[in-house]
């Protein structure tokens, strides 16, 4: 029974992480001003009939904190990697000198700044609502070990470990969120 209980810690735990990871990766997608190369993940382009990551055809790096540059290993892939940019609808222009494609971030607006603050916070309800149904499943599974046999002091011992965990998890939430507005509130 305690190895049992033991597994649904470790796995609630895990959840948790996942959805820590999941919100760095989408608070680092959003647009805060600065050029970052995680703006262009999820884009993939048509190289010799296979869609691949853009970054796995090209080297892309920040120069400066207002310039992505994308050099393609290959220059024949300039315009296939440029109408890619495009087709994503990001909000960022490509420039091909014929060598690189320069995409140059712009300054946010006041306003832009606001409605990011937003979507930051709404990405920071939603890991903690991912959170809270961690913690339900875990208390769930628990319970169903209660009717199966679990002694009760291990059952509350279980859940407030659990309970613990959420704290410590959603206060991890609340020091991301509020990096991740100072940074795109920084002009």
Known sequence: MEEEVDLILEEARDRME?????????????RAGRANPV?????????????????QVSNIHTPDPRT????????SMLNVIEKAILAA?????????????????????????????KQVKNE???????LRNARKWALDELKQLLKNGLPE?????????VQEMIQNFTGKVEKIMAAKEKEVMTV
């Open 18 to 30: 996942k959805t820590i990871e999941h919100l760095e990766y989408e608070l680092a997608r959003l």
């Open 39 to 55: 703006l262009l993940d999820g884009i993939t382009v048509d190289y010799y009939g296979v869609n691949s990551p853009l970054s």
């Open 68 to 75: 992505i540059v994308i050099q393609p290993w290959e220059k």
């Open 89 to 117: 609808n990001i909000g960022l222009t490509p420039i091909n000198n014929g060598e690189i494609i320069r995409i140059n971030i712009p300054p946010l607006t006041q306003e832009r700044r606001l409605q990011l603050v």
């Open 124 to 130: 920071a309800e939603t890991a903690k609502i991912s």
């Open 153 to 161: 002091d291990m059952e509350k011992d279980a859940a407030e470990k």
